[in-house]
């Protein structure tokens, strides 16, 4: 009985090594509709060599860019509220402070005026012009170049013959191929 089992077992390890060589391609491809004459079919190539094509992609992002400046301004002979109102306050308060009986009245509405004129040409700065801070933003594209694969440059081998095509994608060890025959004349 033992004289049996092992050349079963060499046979069994046989055969399975060689459907498991045709299992690697995968069924046959599908036959070609009926309305479809013409003279073409489909196999299978093993490929030799695939080679990355790389090419530059470039991007562009819009964005904003922005920053602060100090801007001086000319006054046309106004300055701030806030200086004028403040002046006339200070101006009043001692034109009240220096005048005795009617004349204080009078002192109060020349000191508030007087007052005001100072305090307005104080906000205003010494020639004449205040300096503010402004935020100045302008649109910017921002540029970026990357490598990226294209495609690639595939080397394979049908029926003995070696050719040569680029494909958008990377086909592995097998590369399906449409065969097509037509007459040479």
């Not at 402070?97 to 700065?125: F, L, M, P």
């Not at 490598?147 to 013959?161: A, H, L, N, P, S």
Request: net charge neutral; charged share 20%; aromatic share 8%.
């Amino acid at each position: 009985m033992s004289r049996f089992v092992l050349p079963a077992l060499l046979l069994a390890f046989a055969t399975t090594g060689v459907f498991a060589q045709d299992g690697r391609y995968g069924p046959p491809p599908p036959p070609p509709p009926s309305g479809d004459v013409d003279n073409a079919h489909f196999g299978w190539a093993d490929v030799l060599r695939v080679d990355p094509v790389y090419g530059i992609a470039r991007t562009e992002t819009p964005r904003q860019e922005c920053y602060d400046q100090q801007v001086t301004t000319q006054s046309r002979g106004t300055g701030s509220a806030a200086g004028t109102i403040l002046g006339a306050v200070v101006g009043g308060v001692l034109g009240n402070t220096i005048g005795h009986g009617d004349g204080r009245k009078a002192a109060t509405v020349a000191g508030a005026v007087a007052g005001g004129a100072v305090g307005n040409a104080a906000s205003r700065g010494p020639d004449g012009s205040y300096t503010s801070t402004q935020t100045t933003c302008r649109d910017v594209r921002a540029v970026s170049e990357q490598r990226r694969i294209m495609g690639y440059d595939v080397e394979y081998r049908y029926r003995g013959e070696v050719y040569n095509s680029r494909l958008a994608y990377d086909p592995g060890e097998r590369l399906r191929v449409r065969v097509s025959v037509s007459p040479a004349d």
